[in-house]
């Protein structure tokens, strides 16, 4: 079959901004952004107008390199100062994707190593590098969807994932998704089962959206009931997403993945993690050491601008939990198919991409 996948984030025809699609607007409207700013684009991630860990990387790549050109006339200590204050901005935008630090850092190493050069020259080199992530990123998910596509069971596939781990969270075919993605363009019969997410529903706005309209069968799931689909022997794999991986398999991925992980493993279903090599951190040892980004509790109090708790009650909302590398069956990156023990199989993984400069 013909896939037809949106595209998350690219350069305007012009070279001159960012185009974003606005995630927080979806399913109801279709619309993309024109960014012509580092601060434009660091909003735009902190209120997951754009979302999801590779594709978070790739804006904060392209909004430090569009900044940078933005500045080329300027004199020297103005460029750098402009420089210095995006990447700074971009770096804290949000804290647990790695790829989002290792894609400013990138930047940041090309613009040190260029010392005396010219700011056109600099700026230059930025664009391409920053282009460089982006086609990067296509490829690596091509390369997830076939590594993925290899490991699922023959018949029609039913598979279970959470959030978005899909082409709007990447900027090509996904990391979760690209197996199925893979599987189906090849004639598979796939059946996909979203998680809905709470509470900013990535998996019933985002996911489904995404699945309609590449042409898969898709059913969105309650948070609360996943467990039962797996007990019931209703899954037959489960694909998850990653936003950090420790370098000893630890994974940090959107809230429930861990619940997912835990009943998986009790109903005896296959569990694996899709992630590129910009996901590997081989500079975390373990899950502990992975900050955990909280959202404004108005996010669960006024769930879309209705009141849906008591205004002033206290909330817990971490975006993110950690799943244990003992819960989890293998990981799936561009490279192939890791499986435990983790360690030195997540810094060879890594490496293979980012070279001694690794992910800091
Ligand atoms: O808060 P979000 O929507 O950015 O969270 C995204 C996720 O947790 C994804 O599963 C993860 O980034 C992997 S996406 C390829």
């Given at each position: 079959?013909?896939?037809?996948l949106?595209v998350?984030?690219r350069?305007a025809?012009?070279?001159?901004?960012?185009?974003?699609?606005?995630?927080t607007?979806?399913?109801?409207r279709?619309?993309?952004?024109?960014?012509?700013?580092?601060?434009d684009?660091?909003?735009?991630?902190?209120?997951?107008?754009?979302?999801?860990?590779?594709?978070?990387?790739?804006?904060a790549?392209l909004?430090?390199a569009?900044?940078?050109?933005?500045?080329?006339?300027?004199?020297r200590?103005e460029?750098?100062?402009?420089?210095d204050?995006a990447y700074?901005?971009l770096?804290?935008?949000?804290?647990?994707?790695?790829?989002?630090?290792?894609?400013?850092?990138?930047?940041?190493?090309?613009?040190?190593?260029?010392g005396?050069?010219?700011?056109?020259?600099?700026?230059?080199?930025l664009?391409?590098?920053?282009?460089?992530?982006?086609?990067?990123?296509i490829?690596?998910?091509?390369?997830?969807g076939?590594?993925?596509a290899?490991?699922?069971?023959?018949?029609?596939?039913r598979?279970?994932?959470v959030?978005?781990a899909?082409?709007?969270?990447?900027?090509?075919?996904g990391?979760?998704?690209?197996?199925?993605?893979?599987?189906?363009?090849?004639?598979?019969?796939?059946e996909?089962?979203a998680?809905?997410?709470?509470?900013?529903l990535?998996?019933?706005?985002?996911t489904a959206?995404?699945l309609?309209?590449a042409?898969?069968?898709?059913?969105?799931?309650?948070?609360?009931?996943?467990?039962?689909?797996l007990r019931?022997g209703?899954?037959?794999?489960?694909?998850?997403?990653?936003?950090?991986?420790?370098?000893?398999?630890?994974?940090?991925n959107?809230?429930?993945?861990?619940?997912?992980?835990?009943?998986?493993?009790?109903?005896?279903?296959?569990?694996?993690?899709?992630a590129p090599?910009?996901?590997?951190?081989?500079?975390?040892?373990?899950g502990?050491?992975?900050?955990?980004?909280?959202r404004?509790?108005?996010?669960?109090?006024r769930?879309?601008?209705?009141?849906?708790?008591?205004?002033d009650?206290?909330v817990?909302?971490?975006?993110f939990?950690v799943?244990?590398?003992?819960?989890?069956?293998?990981?799936v990156?561009?490279?192939g198919?890791?499986?435990?023990?983790?360690?030195?199989?997540?810094e060879?993984?890594?490496?293979?991409?980012?070279?001694a400069?690794?992910?800091r």
């Open positions: 079959m013909q896939l037809n949106p998350a984030v350069w025809a012009d070279g001159r901004a960012v185009e974003l699609l606005d995630q607007l979806l399913p109801g279709e619309v993309y952004l024109r960014l012509e700013t580092a601060t684009v660091a909003e735009a991630i902190r209120s997951l107008r754009v979302r999801g860990a590779p594709a978070i990387g790739v804006a790549a909004g430090l569009l900044e940078a050109a933005r500045h080329t006339a300027a004199p200590d460029f750098l100062r402009a420089f204050a700074a901005e770096r804290r935008a949000r804290p647990t994707a790695v790829n989002l630090a290792w894609a400013v850092d990138h930047l940041r190493r090309i613009a040190d190593s260029l005396a050069a010219d700011n056109g020259t600099i700026a230059c080199r664009y391409g590098a920053a282009t460089q992530i982006l086609d990067d990123d490829a690596m998910c091509r390369r997830m076939e590594h993925g290899a490991l699922l069971p023959e018949g029609t596939v598979a279970l994932t959030c978005n899909g082409a709007l969270a990447t900027s090509g075919m990391t979760a998704l690209a197996p199925l993605y893979h599987a189906a363009a090849q004639g598979r019969a796939i996909v089962y998680c809905e997410t709470r509470p900013l990535q998996g019933s706005r985002i959206w995404e309609a309209r042409g898969l069968p898709c059913t969105v799931v309650i948070d609360s009931a996943a467990p039962l689909l019931d209703a899954i037959d794999i489960v694909f998850t997403g990653a936003d950090r991986i420790a370098a000893n398999g630890d994974v940090a959107k809230v429930g993945t861990y619940s997912l992980a835990v009943h998986a493993a009790r109903a005896g279903v296959p569990f694996y993690v899709v090599a910009t996901t590997l951190d081989p500079h975390t040892a373990t502990a050491g992975i900050e955990i980004e909280h404004d509790a108005d996010e669960v109090r769930g879309f601008g209705a009141l849906t708790a008591p205004a009650t206290a817990y909302a971490p975006a939990d799943t244990p590398a003992e819960l989890i069956t293998g990981i990156t561009d490279s198919v890791l499986r435990a023990p983790y360690a030195g199989g997540i060879r993984a890594a490496a293979a991409l980012h070279g400069e690794a992910t």
